[in-house]
């Protein structure tokens, strides 16, 4: 009876201690909504332009709605990934190389008039460059954004690629972080060319902080599936679906605006297919090259 009892306490204490354990497993509402940009631009620059959408959110949830906009590409994704941040605004390239280590899950993107849910990168030139096709830039520099940029990196070196050039063996790549640090460079001279989001190109040339008369752009890309509003793993099913329902439902013309966007639709992994087919060539040739994109030094 005495060893029968004893089993008991020790079972008892067994379940004493996993079930702080097993509340944790479920997911419960949080007290608050931590949304992770990229650094598209400079943080204040990003915060900026997003606190629309922040004070929507936050009226539409009834919970407190932090921003927080990370070191680079990469240190937002992983944040995501690791849980410090609740939801995240990825580029097609920063979710595909993510989503390979853990289970996030896309659910939302911005479609805009006349084109729906894509965008575009462009490569832009000194106004005075000689270049009339990409084909010419073979032998100089070229700018780049961050490392996991797909409009800053990914796709203009696919464009690149397509023409024939290949990174360190026809152009010197050179990475500068950002949108804005490419479109400055070029515009300085500093560079023979730099890719950027076109989107981004054609804002800093609105708001005056690029002069149009210094740069003309060489070649646009086709259409690429856009940025998608990524949940990280683990919350709570009933507030994903209140967060999914706040996004669908924006009509608030301020929210929209940073995005271009007359509405957020559905997104699911499947809307990257294409992005993962221009990934797949440029890492093809990028194994005989010394530099490859996201990776070593050069995403210092």
Request: hydrophobic share 45%.
């Amino acid at each position: 009876m005495m060893k029968w009892s004893r089993r008991l306490a020790l079972a008892a204490l067994g379940f004493a201690l996993a079930g702080p354990a097993l509340a944790q497993e479920t997911p419960a509402r949080p007290k608050k909504l931590v949304i992770g940009l990229l650094p598209t631009e400079s943080a204040p620059t990003v915060m900026r332009l997003n606190e629309p959408l922040r004070a929507y959110l936050q009226e539409t949830l009834k919970l407190p709605v932090e921003v927080v906009v990370g070191a680079n590409y990469a240190a937002t994704s992983e944040a995501l990934r690791f849980g410090r941040i609740d939801i995240a605004y990825l580029g097609p390239v920063t979710y595909i190389l993510q989503s390979k280590h853990v289970g996030l899950q896309p659910f939302a993107r911005p479609s805009h008039p006349g084109v729906g849910p894509t965008f575009q990168a462009t490569i832009i030139v000194p106004a005075d460059s000689k270049a009339q096709k990409l084909a010419d830039l073979k032998g100089g520099e070229i700018a780049f954004g961050d490392p996991a940029s797909t409009s800053g990196t990914w796709v203009p070196r696919w464009q690149l690629l397509h023409d024939g050039l290949v990174s360190e063996r026809d152009y010197k790549l050179r990475v500068l972080g950002a949108h804005d640090a490419v479109a400055l460079a070029v515009a300085n001279g500093k560079v023979a060319a730099g890719g950027l989001s076109k989107p981004v190109f054609n804002r800093l040339i609105k708001e005056g902080k690029i002069d149009a008369a210094k740069v003309r752009v060489l070649q646009d890309s086709p259409p690429i599936p856009e940025y998608m509003w990524t949940f990280r793993d683990g919350l709570d099913p009933a507030f994903k679906e209140e967060v999914r329902k706040a996004f669908v439902d924006i009509k608030d013309p301020a929210a929209l605006g940073v995005f271009r966007a007359e509405a957020f639709i559905p997104a699911v992994d499947a809307d990257v297919d294409r992005v993962r087919q221009w990934i797949a060539a440029i890492q093809a040739v990028s194994a005989q090259t010394a530099w490859k994109p996201g990776e070593g030094p050069a995403a210092q």
